[in-house]
């Protein structure tokens, strides 16, 4: 069985319909037939940081760009050791 993909703009609307209209996080799950799990960790994230929660398939965090290029920059100066 394959995993199922929420959008962007899905987990924005249940995390919406939880915080906002005060609709249950059980009851959110089983209207949106989601994992209540799932719906915490959504919370979870949009609380956390608005701006750049659920950033996409291939959009990456901008503390992950970062990450990411110090890791190549790191490598490449192991390398020219």
Do not use: C, N, Y
Not at 10 to 26: N, Q, T, W, Y
Not at 32 to 59: C, I, N
């Amino acid at each position: 069985m394959q995993r199922r993909k929420f959008g962007r703009e899905f987990k924005i609307e249940a995390v919406r319909l939880i915080r906002e209209r005060g609709v249950s996080v059980a009851q959110a799950a089983r209207d949106l037939d989601v994992h209540e799990t799932m719906l915490h960790r959504w919370v979870r994230q949009a609380a956390a940081d608005p701006q750049h929660a659920f950033p996409g398939q291939g959009q990456m965090k901008p503390e992950q760009i970062e990450i990411d290029r110090l890791r190549k920059e790191v490598a490449r100066l192991k390398a020219e050791r």
